[in-house]
């Protein structure tokens, strides 16, 4: 499906089901336009939950990770970047910090994050997954779905036809 975001929320905005991302996040893949069906992961500066979810079949899902806006240390490099290419992810939604961001910027993932930082992060396993997580102003729900271009992101609960 081709989409443009602002067409979303001209055509969508007043439906309950519809929310639109504050303007905190940058695009850091070599895809400026992206969508799939949602899987959350709610980590904080340990990564080792978002290797785990991106070695499974992507089958054109976004991994949105809630970091807790850690800007301490990375929690997605081009070495996940890679792997999720490798498994059909579509894209991945950041709320924290990326790192070799000039290689992401070569692949063909959507990539959106707060920042980058050069420190990767921890690997102790723990987090959560498939919870819902809020940040940006979005409940973002495992199943729904996810649409971004250069304007922004928006969220449904369903997929648009």
Known sequence: M????A???DRFANQENFQVAESLLRHFGGKQQFSGQITTLKVF??????????EEAGQGRVLVIDGGG??????????LADLAVSNAWEGIIVYGCVRSSVM???????VMALNTH??????HGQGNR?????FVGVNFKKDHFLYADHDGIV???????
């Open 70 to 79: 850690s800007k301490r240390c990375a929690l997605f490099g081009d070495t």
């Open 45 to 54: 500066e340990d990564n080792s939950l978002v290797r785990n979810a991106l």
């Open 130 to 134: 498939d919870v819902m997580i809020n």
């Open 2 to 5: 081709g989409f443009v975001t």
């Open 118 to 123: 050069p420190l990767r992060s921890r690997k």
């Open 7 to 9: 067409d979303l929320c």
């Open 104 to 110: 992401i910027s070569q692949m063909p993932i959507g």
């Open 155 to 161: 969220v449904f609960d369903e997929k648009l036809d």
